[in-house]
């Protein structure tokens, strides 16, 4: 990973390839590297459309080694949907074949003058470039089949679909997994319509012949990787709870908490909730033939996700994630799994963030579109924005246009979008990551719970109000470090109660790299990245008044608990004071 | 009775399991941190549930580090008299305690309606049938198959169904 490939769209005579030592990044992997580059080369006030835009994708730190769980992947780039910096990531099998071909990130910049779309491949061999208009308005599934046939099946791609193509600023980049299904998505902030501004259609990738990365210290990383995999595996989150139900086994819990948004975030509960529950898709998965307990890229000892089939025993998607389900079913009033698994299928051949989807159904329903609770009317709509009809292109702009094209005042986004499925009136600590994430709503943002560990920013009594703007500004920072070290975020919940597994997480960091990080030294890191982001939005024009959450959160209360959010503007603007 | 009573004294539960396994509790709604004082009463709702991933996961743990993300529908602090009363409470398991403490609950006896539990026993496969050795309603013996009928249930609006292991009767 010592140099970064940078793909020129807009030179003359067609795009051009060149080959960079990795120079001023160095160090630097996933988040971090993405959000440098953007933040020092991308203009913050260009159009994000445009040829002064960048897409970055970026492997973390640690991919493309033997270290556990180090298969996620970064995209950075100006977001169509917040106008703000992005960093969007994704697992699959991308990550680690990137990493072991060489590069430290892919940079996708200019724009070429024609229409023709391109398809990159890359190997150990070096890098081609081809015009291929037969992929022209292709989902996902049926681009990545193409390549299958073209070049073998032990690829891995990066591609968009339909909505990408579009340009639509719900757009999202697909990564394929283990049996090269495009499943996994970097879906937040519409990078698929950079990506398709640039008329790149799909990247292959092919790392035959090429090894492992290798540590610079074998014996310390090797034991590292062994009591980090051991803590993963002994933790009743990591261990137990995800690989039995994947993320939406929250579902139950966050219902019979009275936080989980329904109906356009109206209530804070749902009655069809236990029907879309993880221990009910975990049950019709293993009923069906499907599979409860999978990963989505090799190295993954969580294993969180599944497969999902139909009634016939055929795959209809990949097992449809927590955020995923709420976003199509509670938030829609939709309480049919097999319709929810649908709606996760055809976002992921189009190329949709599920999240901004969900929303925008629920901001349309609300808005008299279609009522709560139509399923087949949702799917429509899906069909809508893969057609690129008038509709659907206004529908795949996401939730913030849907709601103004269609009169509705509640609208649940911050910076343009949408708000995940954790309603901040009932968790208001996760409100205020919401409002002043440099990403826009994001419920990963501030994920990191290791903060304990860390202690960056001094010690928190987590017991009294006032903590909240502390927690959030520590977990943000904790997770914008392990967002670069290609680390899944689920590694959060074990490396927060076992310190031991906190140490082998900065243990592997060391032996592979060379580094003598500390906890501290991982907190700085933490910080610089974050204020990164926050200079380039300062200087794309955001100020305070972007970091709040939509006045409807303050005024109308959120049954069963009849709670507002409550945190002070001037608290959330102390955030990021450090 | 507070909830530590009801799990521990009442239902037998290890002390180590409640609090290293249940790490997540509701009563009515509201998540508890203290299930020594948190009062239960007739006509409670209670959910248990294992560890939970997300923030929100660890927001809602009991007693967590991060319990103060969600203090507006935390549970207030109660001082428990001690006085015990009978009633009838709601248990909802969820996720791992569905499997690890179903058996405990079903060994004990719950209560269900009518119209549920005939539409529970309709909807069970061979494969349950095939491990049923015995039926007894009000301790009259009975051919498992009539449990799925709706009629034998007449004159009860609920029922206490409670499950033996071979054995358990004797």
Redesign the interface.
């Given at each position: 990973m010592e140099n970064i490939l940078r793909i020129k769209m807009g030179e003359e005579g067609g795009p051009k390839i060149t080959v960079e030592p990795i120079g001023q990044y160095a160090g630097l992997g996933g988040r971090a590297l993405t959000s440098a580059i953007v933040s020092k080369e991308v203009p913050p006030d260009c159009h994000p459309l445009s040829e002064d835009n960048k897409v970055v994708i970026a492997p973390g730190l640690l991919s493309g080694s033997a270290a556990a769980m180090s298969g996620r992947i970064s995209v950075g780039c100006k977001s169509p949907l917040t106008g703000g910096i992005k960093e969007s990531n994704s697992g699959g099998q991308p990550s680690q074949v990137l990493a072991r071909l060489g590069y430290a990130a892919i940079v996708l910049e200019g724009k070429p003058e024609s229409d023709d779309l391109y398809m990159i491949f890359i190997n150990k061999d070096g890098v081609k470039i081809v015009v291929d208009n037969s992929l022209r308005m292709l989902g996902n599934y049926e681009t990545v089949e193409k390549m299958k046939q073209k070049f073998g099946d032990k690829i891995s791609c990066i591609s968009i679909g339909p909505a990408g193509e579009m340009r639509l600023a719900a757009a999202s980049i697909a990564f394929t997994d283990m049996e090269l299904r495009p499943a996994r998505h970097a879906g937040r902030g519409g990078p698929g319509a950079v990506m398709g501004s640039k008329n790149i259609k799909i990247i292959v990738l092919d790392d035959t012949g090429l090894p492992m990365r290798q540590p610079k210290d074998q014996e310390k990383f090797k034991e590292a990787n062994r009591i980090f995999v051991e803590g993963l595996r002994k933790h009743g989150v990591t261990g137990e709870a995800l690989p039995a139900y994947g993320t939406n086994v929250l579902t139950n819990i966050l219902n019979e908490a009275g936080a989980y948004p329904t109906y356009n975030f109206k209530q804070g509960t749902f009655a069809g909730a236990s029907k879309i529950s993880g221990e009910t898709e975990a049950a019709l998965e293993t009923e069906r033939g499907g599979v409860a307990t999978h990963g989505c890229h090799r190295g993954c000892v969580i294993r969180c996700s599944g497969i999902y089939n139909d009634k016939d025993g055929h795959f209809v998607s990949k097992q449809p994630e927590y955020e995923t389900v709420w976003a199509h079913g509670a938030d829609c009033g939709i309480d049919d799994m097999d319709k929810i698994a649908m709606l996760d299928f055809l976002d992921d051949n189009y190329g949709l963030d599920t999240i901004e989807m969900g929303v925008t159904i629920g901001v349309a329903m609300e808005g008299g579109l279609l009522k709560f609770g139509d399923a087949d009317g949702a799917i429509n709509l899906i069909h809508e924005v893969g057609k690129g009809s008038p509709l659907g292109r206004i529908i795949g702009s996401g939730a913030a246009v849907t709601g103004k094209a269609f009169g509705v005042e509640k609208i649940p986004v911050v910076k343009g979008q949408a708000i995940p499925a954790y309603d901040p009136r009932g968790v208001k600590g996760l409100g205020v990551t919401y409002a002043t994430s440099p990403m826009g709503a994001d419920h990963t943002a501030g994920y990191a719970t290791a903060t304990n560990i860390l202690k960056v920013g001094g010690f928190v009594d987590p017991l009294i109000p006032q903590g909240q703007v502390e927690l959030s500004r520590n977990l943000q920072i904790a997770t914008a470090a392990i967002d670069s070290t290609g680390m899944c975020l689920f590694i959060a919940f074990a490396i927060l109660d076992q310190p031991e597994t906190f140490q082998a997480l900065i243990d592997l960091l060391n032996s592979f790299t060379g580094l003598s990080l500390t906890a501290d030294g991982v907190a700085e890191y933490g910080k610089k990245i974050l204020t990164m982001e926050r200079d380039f939005n300062m200087r794309a024009g955001f100020t305070k008044e972007q970091d709040r959450l939509p006045a409807f959160f303050r005024k109308q209360r959120l049954a069963p608990h009849n709670v507002v959010f409550d945190v002070p503007d001037a608290e959330l603007d102390q955030v990021f004071n450090w | 009775m507070s909830i530590e009573d009801f799990l521990v004294r009442q239902l037998g539960l290890a002390k180590d399991l409640v609090e290293n396994?249940i790490?997540?509790i509701?009563l009515n709604?509201?998540?508890v941190d203290h299930i020594e004082t948190a009062v239960i009463e007739d006509g409670s709702v209670l959910?248990l549930?294992?560890?939970?991933?997300?923030?929100?996961?660890?927001?809602?743990r009991r007693g967590?580090?991060?319990?103060?993300?969600?203090?507006?529908?935390t549970r207030s602090e109660e001082i428990f008299n001690g006085r015990m009363h009978e009633g009838v409470i709601v248990v909802?398991l969820?996720?791992?305690l569905?499997g690890e403490l179903g058996p405990v609950f079903l060994k004990k006896g719950i209560i269900m309606f009518r119209s549920d539990i005939a539409a529970f026993f309709r909807g069970c496969n061979q494969d349950f049938w095939n491990q049923v050795e015995s039926a007894h309603l009000e301790d009259r013996s009975v051919v498992s198959s009539i449990l799925a009928g709706e009629d034998i249930y007449r004159g009860a609006e609920s029922i206490l169904i409670s499950v033996c292991e071979p054995g358990d009767r004797e």
């Open positions: - | 396994r790490s997540t509701f709604g509201c998540c959910a549930s294992a560890a939970l991933p997300g923030l929100a996961g660890a927001s809602l967590g580090y991060y319990a103060c993300l969600r203090e507006s529908i909802k969820f996720n791992l569905i």
